[in-house]
């Protein structure tokens, strides 16, 4: 008869212990990421199909308003519809993220208070949600390019380090909304708020050349967000698509600050999180 190890992870370990039962747990992560897939989409009538439809309909309601009304211009050469898509992309993808992460603690309620692992799972699994939707916005883009028979960059082999950076803003972020969501629930409320003011803060549905040469453009570049996007753009529009490399810098800055300061809070907060549950 085979034997039957069991792991059995106590709470307050040291730092080394903690990294290391977050790797022996890894399977729970993919647990927990199956299930929040499976939760997103099941109790939903069209299902999958709002994740086709959502992407599509935001664009339409972009164009319409920011190049017909609004008559902003698209980079020359880069059809605008191609332009918002791509742009919306990638933020829908640090936006559902973000939430995602944002509400993982208080979403998981019943697990954090009646067993113990490393808490990190549940903003980590939450990603996956994230993820799936990003790569059908991602399918969608793609079908555009064909219709508008726009050709896809050689740029596109660098797209990966902007997904990574996406992820990596959208945890920094993510993980410090988590830890003040559980203590003031207030927070739940004001995060849909600031991912509905924050899209219009970022070049989705206008080029960053709007910015370029005022006096507030470093600022503007400031925003982690700006770079990832006009990078993702540049990525898959190739060159015609406006994209200043020194935004890297501060993109990558900011957001990897952002993560490691939000890791050092969530670990020396998670430890309260049943208290407040």
């Known amino acids: 008869m085979a034997t039957q190890h069991t792991i059995t992870i106590k709470a307050g370990g040291s730092e080394k212990d903690y990294w290391k039962d977050l790797w022996l747990n890894r399977q729970l992560l993919w647990i927990l990421s199956k299930r929040d897939i499976s939760v997103r989409y099941k109790q939903t009538l069209l299902g999958v199909a709002w994740s086709v439809l959502r992407p599509i309909m935001t ?16 980079d020359p050469g880069v059809p605008y519809p191609l332009m918002v898509l791509s742009g919306l992309t990638i933020w829908t993808f640090f936006a559902n993220t973000f939430t995602q992460i944002s509400n993982s603690i208080l979403i998981n309620g019943n697990l954090v208070s009646k067993v113990y692992f490393p808490r990190l799972l549940m903003p980590l699994s939450s990603i996956a949600v994230g993820f799936v939707d990003f790569l059908i916005a991602f399918g969608i883009f ?16 660098f797209l990966p380090c902007f997904i990574l950076l996406t992820f990596i803003t959208s945890l920094g972020f993510g993980l ?13 409320q004001l995060i849909p708020f600031l991912v509905q003011v924050g ?5 989705v549905a206008y080029s960053s050349t709007l910015a370029k040469g005022t006096w507030f453009e470093k600022y503007y570049n400031l925003n982690p967000l700006v770079g990832i996007i006009d990078g993702f753009r540049w990525c898959l529009l190739g060159d015609k698509a406006y994209f200043n ?8 800055i900011i957001s990897f600050s952002i993560l490691i300061l939000s890791l050092i809070y969530f670990r020396k907060k998670e430890k309260t999180f049943v208290d407040h549950i």
């Open 142 to 157: 793609m079908v555009m390019t064909l219709f508008f028979k726009h050709p896809i960059s050689w740029n596109i082999v």
């Open 176 to 188: 410090f909304f988590a830890v003040l969501n559980v203590r003031f629930r207030d927070i739940g």
């Open 59 to 74: 664009m339409t309601v972009m164009v319409f308003v920011f190049s017909y009304l609004a008559k902003i211009k698209s």
């Open 245 to 252: 490399p020194q935004s890297l810098y501060s993109t990558t």
């Open 199 to 203: 899209m219009y803060a970022v070049p």
